[in-house]
């Protein structure tokens, strides 16, 4: 556990790797003597001479690669481009975008040129940066090579590989190269060769940038990190614009390639999300949109700016955030495509060992689909999602490496399942939807009335075609203790844990997602709903959330690491330490109080585990739906 005082000193060294070296005196030098030079190169240059100028850069790779050579190509704007000699046994792959996070370096690269055989292959080489003021240089021959930490699929046109942090005095500029030895020029081991080439040499702060974005009809849905420091805020559309470039297919040749740019005011903003109009040329047919580049300014001169032409002015003067972001289109926009009822969204980090039992549980009450936004999870989660597909559970793994995002992953995951889920709920895997039950006494005989099968589906399905216009449907939360246990319950959480705190905390809210916000605002717990629905308090006599919020202390002490919402402070964090997002009584550091164990323990409540063993358990073994996959 890092103290204050590391962590101080890591958000210096960040702020040290992104700050742009400054220009040294051999700059000067350089530049006055092209100065000096210049009246020759326009002899050289005219018409008049033989031949016309053509400048070639040359640019200094990493030893171990192959040798590069940069040329300038004829397009509408200057570009450069990598050109390599390859071999028939090498393929090429280039690092699109770097995005340094506090915990590790997040590479894109396009898809289709990397399988499974080459992920041995990879790996991290960082740069020696030593000096500081005008003497901070690189050293091309000091550098040092890690293995990648993860690689994995991510849109249609990216996958992304990360890399660990840069270790002291190197350079966050993270390369991509073949596994070798170092100081050597050749492959170690068998199989195909594996070039990187690299054609941006620059890395973005996650502190404020462009991440995700996707086409909703006529709109584009752009992701914003940075925008507002505050939860549930609403802000000025008039302050953002959106900005698109992409490539003109149908003006392009094969030896040029026809940009084109436009930019589109903002109809909303609230809190991470922009949503702004597609430029004109692709309104008609957003389809051709899919993939384009797009990012975000800000232009806060823009309040109170009438008159179109004073508008244009100001959009084109507000400086652009970076962007990784590529647009991508929603699928399942066919009219007349049946949805189901009923699904599920959440977000996990390193949450396998509960996935299995929260999914389980969940489809007996009647979820259909199941949404898994996975926040850079390194445990035996894909392992487990690929499980449950083969099983037949309507299950999809969704890649999202944007570290505290939560908010802004279920506004995304909100509008790509509109056209699958007429409803949503919004749950962590350590939550569990639970209907009471009466229990009817008479004389001698006890009678136990258990909700029916599928009976969270039918409860939703009645509001559908109500005229109450019920758009949200919240049920509070009661969050369970360890309950006396000093290990992981083996049978599962709904049957370990019995002992939970008197006064419900928070609540969690089923969504129907036609009756959201058009800007899609959300405080994780609730959306903000379209003028003319309302939401529904659940009774506490008809049903609850059972929260297995405070497990035994092995698993919760892994909280510690990261929390994924946005607005939440991290646990190591000094930050609203009174509210109910921190725990009472423990500190900043991940040390067992004392008694752990019986800790948020008020009342015993076996309601759930006793539905759990009476209905779900098979009559002949005894075992629950998940724990027949753990034998």
């Known amino acids: 556990m890092l103290s204050e005082q590391q962590q101080q000193q890591q958000r210096r060294r960040r702020k040290r790797l992104l700050r742009p070296p400054p220009l040294s005196r051999h700059c000067f030098r350089w530049s006055a003597l092209f100065l000096l030079l210049l009246p020759t190169l326009f002899i050289y240059g005219s018409p008049h001479g033989s031949d016309l100028f053509r400048p070639v850069l040359r640019a200094f790779r990493i030893k171990p690669l192959l040798s590069v050579k940069t040329t300038f190509v004829p397009t509408t704007t200057t570009t450069t481009t990598t050109t390599t000699k390859f071999t028939d046994s090498t393929t090429k792959l280039s690092v699109e975008d770097r995005v340094l996070f506090p915990d590790h370096v997040l590479l894109m690269i396009p898809n289709g040129v ?115 420091r505050r939860p549930g805020r609403v802000s000025d559309p008039a302050l953002f614009s959106c900005h698109f470039n992409w490539v003109d297919v149908r003006r392009s040749s094969n030896k040029y390639n026809k940009y084109v740019s436009a930019a589109t005011m903002a109809v909303t903003a609230a809190q991470e999300v922009v949503r702004c109009g597609l430029p004109s040329s692709l309104r008609n047919s957003p389809s051709e949109a899919h993939g384009i580049r ?40 066919e009219e007349g495509v049946d949805k189901f009822e009923l699904c599920a969204c959440t977000m996990v980090w390193n949450q396998a060992a509960f996935l299995r039992e929260w999914i389980a549980y969940h489809a007996w009450l ?72 009466p229990i009817v006494r008479q004389r001698k005989t006890v009678i136990v009335k258990y909700p029916d099968h599928l009976a969270l589906r039918s409860l939703v399905a009645n509001y559908s075609s109500s005229p109450m216009m019920i758009g949200e449907i919240r049920t509070v939360c009661h969050s369970f203790g360890p309950s006396g246990l000093s290990s992981a319950p083996p049978r599962g959480v709904t049957v370990g844990y019995t002992c939970r705190l008197q006064r419900p905390e928070r609540h969690k809210s089923i969504v129907r997602l036609d009756a959201l916000h058009k800007n899609l605002l959300n405080l994780v717990h609730h959306f903000q709903l379209r003028p003319g629905f309302k939401y529904l308090n659940l009774p506490q006599n008809i049903a609850v959330i059972n929260h297995y919020k405070y497990q ?17 402070a991290d646990w190591q964090e000094s930050q609203n330490e009174g509210s109910n997002d921190r725990v009472p009584g423990l ?24 539905f759990v063993m009476a209905t779900l358990a098979d009559q002949g073994s005894g075992l629950l739906p998940w724990e027949k996959h753990w034998q």
């Not at 309040?303 to 991508?328: D, I």
């Open 366 to 437: 009647g979820v259909e689909r199941w949404f898994i936004y996975d926040n850079n999870s390194d445990d035996e989660t894909v392992v487990v999602i690929e499980e449950l597909q083969r099983e037949d559970y309507n299950v999809s793994r969704h890649v999202w490496p944007w570290i505290k995002t939560q908010e802004a992953g279920f506004s995304h995951c909100a509008l790509r399942a509109r056209n699958e889920c007429k409803w949503m709920a919004f749950m962590d895997v350590d939550e569990f939807f639970y209907f009471k039950y």
């Open 587 to 610: 500190g900043t550091e991940a040390i067992e109080p004392p008694d752990w164990a019986h800790q948020f323990c008020e009342i015993w409540d076996t309601g759930l585990r006793d």
């Open 114 to 228: 990397l399988s499974n055989s080459h992920l041995h292959l990879l790996e991290c080489v960082y740069h020696k940066e030593f000096g500081n003021g005008s003497a901070r240089i690189w050293e091309l021959e000091g550098l040092i090579a890690l293995p990648v930490i993860s690689v994995d699929f991510y849109d249609d046109f990216r996958s992304i590989v990360r890399c660990p942090l840069p270790p002291m005095s190197f350079s966050p500029i993270v390369e991509l190269r073949n596994r070798t030895r170092l100081g050597e020029g050749r492959r170690s081991g068998g199989g195909d060769g594996l070039v990187i080439v690299d054609n941006k040499r620059v890395v973005h702060s996650w502190e404020r940038m462009v991440y995700n974005a996707l086409i909703d009809r006529e709109f584009a849905v752009v992701f914003v990190k940075g925008l507002n």
């Open 294 to 333: 797009v990012s975000v300014s800000y232009n806060p001169r823009r309040q109170g700016v009438f008159g179109s032409r004073v508008r244009r002015r100001a959009v084109a003067s507000a400086p652009l955030l970076p962007s990784v972001a590529r647009l991508l289109g929603l699928k399942g926009e």
């Open 552 to 568: 035994v202390w092995e698993v919760f002490k892994a909280k510690f690491f990261r929390r994924v919402a946005t607005y939440v």
